[in-house]
């Protein structure tokens, strides 16, 4: 069973960049057909998708954050990661990592990590 | 992008008696809507995927039903454990993958 973990500052100044990692058990990320995502929730609100690394290594970003994006994946840890620059309070959320699998060439979601909450604040 | 629309934002239902969330996407998304739980401060759980294939481990009492734009999620008897959020995502068209804004489902 496939396991994810989140973890990384749980508070960040405005302006800067926010930093976080996945660490993945129970599987490898560089094997089978999987994307390996990261996907945000406000206090309250709904579940916003950030962007996605394939098994690959390629990546796709949600336009709304593409200019301020950046996930990387290492394999020898097993970890994939996620950059985020020019933070404000409206980027306040827990993050979750997560994994999508190929069903028919469509990938839903089906594994969660517990998520991380990181606040911007000074 | 594709918007998902989810009604109602929030319904009230007896245990022991039937709910019908619905979730409309702006345009077609052909069977790629995949439907999430989530209680409070825990992860969403992926229930149905493909419209209406259960995933692994969940009780035949959730049914998925849809393709296109209309799609369904119904649970036949509610137990106290299903009081909670529900999300459809579609996944058909990216970028990006849009959720549904939820519906609180609750006694």
């Known amino acids: 069973q496939v396991q994810l973990q989140e973890s990384g500052p749980g508070l960040v100044n405005p302006s800067q960049t926010l930093s976080l990692t996945c660490t993945v058990s129970?599987?490898?990320?560089?094997?089978?057909?999987?994307?390996w995502s990261w996907i945000r929730q406000p206090a309250g609100k709904g579940l916003e998708w950030i962007g996605r690394?394939?098994?690959?290594?390629?990546?796709n970003y949600n336009p709304s954050l593409e200019s301020r994006v950046t996930m990387s994946a290492d394999t020898s840890r097993n970890q994939f990661s996620l950059k985020l620059s020019s933070v404000t309070a409206a980027d306040t959320a827990v993050y979750y990592c997560?994994?999508?699998?190929?069903?028919?060439?469509?990938?839903?979601?089906?594994?969660w990590g517990q998520g991380t909450l990181v606040t911007v604040s000074s | 992008e594709t918007l998902m629309t989810q009604s109602p934002a929030t319904l009230s239902v007896s245990p022991g008696e039937r709910a019908t969330l619905s979730c409309r996407a702006s345009?077609?998304?052909?069977?790629?809507v995949a439907w999430y739980q989530q209680k409070p401060g825990q992860a969403p759980r992926l229930l149905i995927y493909?419209?209406?294939t259960r995933a692994t481990g969940i009780p035949a009492r959730f049914s998925g039903s849809g393709s296109g734009t209309e799609f369904t999620l119904t649970i036949s008897s509610l137990q106290s454990e299903d009081f909670a959020v529900y999300y459809c995502?579609?996944?058909?068209?990216?970028?990006?993958?849009?959720f549904g804004q939820g519906t609180k489902l609750e006694i």
């Open positions: 997560a994994r999508s699998f190929d069903s028919s060439g469509y990938f839903p979601i089906d594994n």
């Open positions: 129970g599987g490898s990320i560089s094997s089978g057909s999987y994307y």
């Open positions: 690394i394939y098994t690959s290594g390629s990546t």
């Open positions: 345009q077609s998304v052909s069977s790629n």
């Open positions: 493909g419209a209406s």
């Open positions: 995502q579609q996944y058909n068209n990216w970028p990006p993958y849009i």
